[in-house]
């Protein structure tokens, strides 16, 4: 069906256009909402993005940790803190100019290393042949990787219960 | 459906220099770990991408995506946290107006 193909092409072509002019639009826009709610967007984009790459498991932890939690979490923390009302005040700093010319000329040096790198990529039929599965994924979070991966447990509940010492109120400490 | 690794590589890489900007330029200190988070996920497509491309064993690039997406939450949890009680004692979430531990 190389109709489809051709259309799942497309897509992820279109999808990583609008990531880019939403991650644009979260790193410059003056309202911090709209700028939540842009980063909102490249993540559920980048959610696509996996899906092309055949990592469904990804895909899902984005949209469910990404856009479920760390989102709410961070409009939760503007609701709280700014007040959307002055968008007098400037929201970048001075130096912004600077920044961005040296981020472009950055871009373009990594696009020219990019594609001037032979990458050692599979043949079409090796990579279709090796397709990860979640149990794949599991198995490798529990076998190779178990070490790392209760260490993370552990920086997880420390930064969690961390983050709740440091943002409760000083009531009697 | 096969895409060049190249392509995946160009928008990972804007993805991070569009964020990293944003950490740069941002004086809110909200918006700052948005830019960051923003770069974690540029970081992300790119290791979903190699492992898919280029790896022999690859599960190892969507493990270690899954253990990037565990620590940016740790971390957004813990930066936000931060925010917060700045905000309760200093009244401002302005990365340049934040000067507590500067002589």
């Known amino acids: 069906m190389p109709e489809i193909h051709f259309l799942a092409q497309v897509g992820v072509y279109v999808t990583m256009f609008v990531c880019v002019v939403f991650a644009v639009l979260a790193v410059t826009a003056a309202n911090?909402?709209?700028?939540?709610?842009?980063?909102?967007?490249?993540?559920?984009?980048?959610?696509g993005i996996y899906i092309a790459l055949h990592a469904e498991f990804l895909a899902m932890v984005q949209v469910l940790i990404y856009v479920g939690a760390v989102m709410t979490?961070?409009?939760?923390?503007?609701?709280?803190t700014e007040r959307l009302g002055d968008v007098s005040v400037p929201q970048t700093n001075s130096s912004a100019w600077l920044a961005w010319a040296g981020m472009i000329g950055l871009y373009l040096l990594l696009v020219r290393v990019m594609i001037s790198t032979p990458w050692p990529v599979k043949t079409?039929?090796?990579?279709?042949?090796s397709a990860v599965s979640t149990a794949g994924l599991g198995e490798a979070l529990l076998g190779p990787y178990v070490f790392p991966f209760e260490i993370l447990?552990?920086?997880?509940?420390?930064?969690?219960?961390?983050?709740?010492?440091?943002?409760?109120?000083?009531?009697?400490? | 459906?096969?895409?060049?690794?190249?392509?995946?590589?160009?928008f990972s890489s804007a993805l991070f220099v569009i964020g990293l900007a944003g950490a740069l330029?941002?004086?809110?200190?909200?918006?700052i770990l948005m830019s960051i988070e923003l770069m974690l996920n540029a970081v992300n497509v790119n290791l979903v991408a190699f492992s898919r491309t280029t790896s022999l064993q690859?599960?190892?690039?969507?493990?270690?995506?899954?253990?990037?997406?565990?620590?940016a939450a740790a971390a957004v949890a813990v930066g936000l946290a931060i925010v917060i009680a700045l905000y309760r004692v200093k009244?401002?979430?302005?990365?340049d107006q934040i000067n507590l531990l500067k002589w």
Do not use: C, W, Y
């Not at chain 1, 920086?155 to 440091?166: D, N, Q, S, T």
């Not at chain 2, 459906?1 to 995946?8: E, G, R």
């Not at chain 2, 690859?58 to 565990?70: D, K, L, N, S, Y």
């Open chain 1, 32 to 47: 911090l909402f709209r700028a939540a709610l842009a980063l909102t967007g490249v993540l559920l984009g980048i959610a």
């Open chain 1, 73 to 80: 979490l961070v409009i939760f923390a503007i609701m709280l």
């Open chain 1, 124 to 129: 079409p039929a090796l990579i279709k042949a």
């Open chain 1, 153 to 173: 447990s552990v920086v997880l509940i420390a930064a969690l219960v961390g983050a709740i010492v440091v943002a409760r109120k000083d009531d009697n400490a």
């Open chain 2, 1 to 10: 459906m096969i895409i060049p690794l190249q392509h995946f590589l160009i």
């Open chain 2, 25 to 31: 330029t941002r004086r809110n200190v909200v918006g």
């Open chain 2, 58 to 71: 690859p599960e190892t690039g969507q493990v270690f995506a899954v253990f990037i997406i565990a620590l």
């Open chain 2, 91 to 95: 009244k401002t979430v302005f990365a």
